[in-house]
């Protein structure tokens, strides 16, 4: 699949399954009822999702570039 960049809204009115075949295509594979659970929490958490690309502008900003790459790397290991 062709990198594409979807809007979190436009992911929340997708159905769980439509989800799922997206995800499936980006290489990503879960079930029907994660999907639905995964639109769930994010809908939860709408306002704090939709400040992440601030919040690590802001970040990489105070640390730079090298060190946050460096420090996500490093914390994807206990993920």
Known sequence: MK?????LESLLTLS???LQLLLLASGVSLSVQECARL??????HKNTLQSL???YKETEQVLG???????????SLFL
Request: glycine share 0%; aromatic share 4%; hydrophobic share 30%.
């Open 53 to 55: 690309p601030l919040l």
């Open 3 to 7: 990198n594409q960049s979807f809007n």
């Open 16 to 18: 769980p399954s439509r």
């Open 39 to 44: 639109q769930q929490i994010a809908k939860l």
């Open 65 to 75: 570039k090298k060190k946050i790459k460096e420090l996500l790397s490093k914390s």
